[in-house]
């Protein structure tokens, strides 16, 4: 471990690793009233006690008079509770709602909603049916919760079993009966955009930032000041609006793409050390893509969308020999990450890589392989299982699960992706002797199954190739089959938003999703713009503050390496020209080695439970004890040393440092530390930091002698950058 820490930084480790592996479980559990978009559960007038009522005896056109008895334990009897303070959408109902309840011993348990109606004559209250967990034994009391567009209600109790006992109620907790006349919905600013509204953003609302850390790879002064300044829907408009060079040609990248031409199959003696790192590895694929993540400001957006949809359709360096062939496949999701997923599909397809990724290039109808049948509709597009439009699974009579396909289906699909091979002749990029993996794949009709093929089967499909077609019109025809999917909407939207915004988004942010994913509203299907569109404008998604447990994301190991990084003006080790990018060193130990995943399933699971939740955290797979050693390490480096410094034996040409100059003149300006410490709590956690821990980084800051006004900054960047709430992007 390294030895370097700040006196007073108290690292305590094993409670860090504790803290982040549960983040997304364990809220602070103020009671906090009047948060803007913060529903509240409705208690007896004098007490904490929920106001319930049995759904089979209740008659629902009132309010009861008051609690119902204890409920049975061990069953999963119906409840209905009651909560106020909403302003829904239209259509917004049950699946926009998570409830769950906690026993005295701080143990969680998830109940589902199942509906959801505002009573007659006081639409301002709405009954919830929620369904107990079986698990709940008699437990006594247990606190109630009920969580909407991320934002957490007070906490009633309702007894289980029996009547009394339990965890204590929260800090402050006070009744909260329901109001007899319309209250007042203290509502989150929605953000449509700063110059088109005649007005401009607040300087003061914290969702600015929050918003740059799900569409950037991370804030930075200038980004927030730009983003204040023509508003959130115009930024959104000018990242997705398409960039050209002054020669007129599309733009993908803020940088060049790096150049990288075709090399022999076998590493040619003539081929030294730098030859090999530079075209048989991804060294330059890696640094230019941290370079792009650190300064690509006009693209950054494109970058981080192009980064999520190459962890949904993967191709792996472990598997691709050169990075010419990798940065190919690139450039396919840059150019696509704005434009429409059916084209993307086709792109995928017959992009070399790929093709090699996942064997269609040595799939013949002689000879088939089913790879990549089995991946486009497993992980691409569809899933294993029927969906809802809000990605909750559909059940048969027996309540099980139905698959989505039949192995059957992917021999079908086999035979349609079969004959496909490079382009070593003929194309724009051949070159004799070489393997094309620049130029699309092409077919061979005389190696391509041409039977009947029977494919996905829903209402509206053409479920049957018949036989003697070419293999561009197999492959078209399939690719529609797949596209047209019901299953294709909500299974893509969710993984999007899994990527930018939530790991665990409620059915009604999915089904939003989903809906804007079938029709742009102009009638157009599969529309990459308006789906990331929606993904960041969402309720869910905007707000100042977040307070439902399970909402946001760890930061995977690139976005919390350039989260730390973009704020403090990252530069070469000479300060004078712009990092070389050579960051991979960094990430690789994290479990993250930048276009090398370990399978086609990613680095890690999108379905990952956190261990002994029932929540979804697929980034928590790779956060184990040495992962988790390793991230403090590296602010450490960044913060107290001089960052990653040159080395030529490492290939660091420029290295990479921050500056702590603007942290500094805080610290000169205010002796108590705390200007500091609320900069960067704004900066680097949207002021969302609780309060206990703004307590303890200001305790530590003030143990710096004031005349030290470096080591000041650099202990409270430290402190932020390893605490278990910077951890998570919420």
Known sequence: MNKNFPAGSGMRLLSWMCACAVILVCASLSAARNLPGMPVLVSEEASTRALTANPNLWRSNRLPLAAQVAWPAGTDARVVIFVTNLNLMA?????????????????RYDLPVESLFALPGMDWVYAVTIRLNPELGDVGDVLVRINWRGMASNRVRLPVGHLGGGPPDDEGATPTPAPLVRPKVVEPVEYRGGEEQGRLLSPFSPDAIRFLEQATFGPNNEAELHLRRVGIRRWIEEQTTQKFDASGNARYSTLPYPTLPLQPTVIPTSCNAACQRDNYTMYKLQNWMFQEALYSDDQQLRRRVAWALSQILVV????TQQASHMLAYLKVLDR????????????????????????????TGNDPN?????????????????????????????????????????????KVFTGWNFCNSGCSSSVPGLVNYLDPLIANPALHDTTQKTL????????????GLTPDEDLNLALDNIFYHPNVAPFISKALIQQLVTSNPSGAYIQRVATVFENNGQGVRGDLRAVVTAILLDPEARGDI???????????????????LRPFDPRAINRTIISDGVINGITQ?????????????????????VPNTSVVGPEYAILTTGTALKRPNFVNQMVFTAGITVNATANITAGTSISMASMQALAAADSTGGLLVDQLNRLMMHGSMSTAMRNSILQAVQAVSTANTLKRAQTAVYLIATSSQYEVQR
């Open 370 to 414: 089913e790879n990549y049948a089995r991946e486009i509709l497993q992980l691409f597009s569809v899933g294993l299982n029927m969906l809802k439009k809000d990605g909750s699974p559909k059940l048969d009579a027996q309540g099980n699960r139905i698959p989505t396909y039949t192995q059957d289906t992917v021999n079908n699909f086999t």
């Open 316 to 319: 792996s360096g472990r598997d």
């Open 456 to 467: 996905l089967n829903y209402p509206g499909a053409i479920a049957t190739i018949p036989a």
């Open 589 to 609: 130990p994290l479990d993250q080695d930048v276009f090398n995943a370990p399978s086609v399933f990613n680095y890690f699971p999108p379905d990952y439970i």
């Open 91 to 107: 259509g917004e109902g049950a699946n926009a709602f998570r409830a769950d309840a906690q026993n005295a011993a701080g143990r």
């Open 336 to 363: 696509n990450a704005f434009g429409n997923f059916r084209d993307l599909l086709y792109e995928i397809t017959l992009n070399p890589a790929m093709g090699n990724y996942l064997d269609m290039v040595r799939s």
């Open 546 to 564: 977040k307070t439902d447990p399970d909402y946001g994301k760890l930061r995977e190991p690139i976005l919390f390496v350039t989260s730390v």
